[in-house]
């Protein structure tokens, strides 16, 4: 069923689960996507780093869209992630979602190449009109090493699909910058979770997020406040979630991350290989920060 997508709000980065024998926990994902939904997010967007889309199957993909779109049933859109290294793969994957019913697609370079700005305009441009679906550039240099620049946009900004931007580049000033030279024209949202509160206050339209998969209720709440205008209220719930929003930005944030998510009861430790799920001194150390934070996690009711 199509519906628009506003790329506004919390649109969590989801975390795959598998189970022990590493097929997917497709029962695990709908306890985590009801807890999202509950909890208010605005989007789902399956499929991404976070989601281990590097070791996940085209049919995983589409058994993951699938539960998606079955647990929202039109509630908030659902995004897949096109992670895919050839120009043609990407296309036929941006296809197949569209196909499966997906609402809208996150876009990444192709990352095993290290594309120069001809190349990536092109592959996001060939992409984009392959399909329908609204489309969200993923900007993030420091872990995909390609830089979506100004005069980049400037040339994808006469695609009208290419609606919305992941901003990862960790300099807060760059969503400035967009608004200077696109007003509007782009949604933009802050993909780094520790710079959340500076982001929306600098203007960004939304948040994809990571501890989300662990927290959803004080992300989404983290988001209201922002937008509420309820500053003082917002940097007490980001002075607690810090700890945790850090967990997003280590190399191995997607085992942190599951990590945090069991001990919310909303996910599980397994990983798929070549990751391995957290042993000895480091989960202890990992466990010691979530429990810490549990043990004086906020009283939303009250804060709000």
Known sequence: MSMPVQWEGVYPALLTPFTADDRLDLALFEKNLHAQIDAGVHGLIIGGSLGEASTLT????????ECGLDVSAGRVPVIMNVVEQATREAVACAREAEAAGAHGLMLLPPMRYFADSRETVTFFRTVAESTSLPVMIYNNPVDYKIMTT????????????????????????????????????????????????????????????????AFPAETVALYDMM?????????????????????????????YIKLAATATEIGSEYVRAPRLVLEGEERERVWAIIQKQLAVRPNLTVAQ
């Open 150 to 213: 100004i005069a980049m946009f400037e040339q994808l900004a006469e695609l009208p699909n290419i609606q919305a931007v992941k901003e990862s580049t960790r300099d807060v000033t760059n969503i400035v910058r967009m608004r200077n030279a696109f007003g509007d024209r782009f949604k933009i949202l802050n993909g780094v979770d520790t710079l959340a509160l500076e982001a929306l206050a600098v203007g960004a339209d939304g948040w994809v997020a990571g501890l989300v998969d």
């Open 58 to 65: 085209r049919p995983e993909k589409l058994d993951l869209l």
């Open 227 to 255: 937008k509420a205008g309820q500053l003082e209220a917002a940097r007490a719930l980001y002075g607690w979630f810090m700890p945790l929003l850090e967990l997003d930005i280590l190399p191995k944030l997607v085992q």
